[in-house]
């Protein structure tokens, strides 16, 4: 995803770096990225009306993510996080990540997001709920399959 430019992204989250993010090296430290991630999507999410973290009885419990790192990042950049479905499961979603550095036209990193789908008192997988679904539809990459 190296020279994926940001119109392959319907959504984006604009979220300002912190002078914590930086790590002894200057630059924000690796493990922040993934927060990064889990902004974009949950914010997404929550916004749209279909995450309720606190009293859902469906929610996503992440359980595979990755990141791959181009160019550095350090405070007081801000990172512009498109998000979009690479894969739309039963029980689970796959988000494609980009994050992008201020107006940089290319990512600065990139990575994937699993979600599968449980209902919160059993831990148990579930069908990805209908609205979830009709949400998710919203930001499907545009060369995938259905």
């Not at 980009?98 to 994937?112: E, F, I, Q, T, V």
């Not at 599968?116 to 709920?129: G, H």
Request: hydrophobic share 40%.
């Amino acid at each position: 995803m190296r020279d994926t430019p940001r119109s392959a992204f319907a959504h984006f989250l604009a979220i300002p770096t912190r002078w914590m993010d930086n790590d002894g090296y200057g630059h924000v430290n690796n493990v922040v990225y993934y927060s990064y991630f889990d902004t974009a999507v949950n914010q997404f999410l929550i916004e749209r009306g279909v995450l309720d973290i606190h009293k859902g009885e469906v929610v996503g419990f992440v359980v595979d993510s990755g990141c791959s790192y181009f160019s550095s990042v350090s405070f007081p950049d801000v990172i512009h996080a498109g998000i979009r479905v690479a894969k739309l499961g039963n029980s689970s979603v796959r988000y494609e990540i980009a994050l992008y550095r201020n107006d940089d036209p290319l990512p600065c990193a990139a990575g994937h997001f699993v979600h599968v789908y449980v209902e919160r008192s059993s831990n148990q997988a579930v069908p990805i709920p209908a609205p979830v679904r009709c949400v998710l539809d919203t930001i499907r990459g545009e060369s995938l399959t259905p």
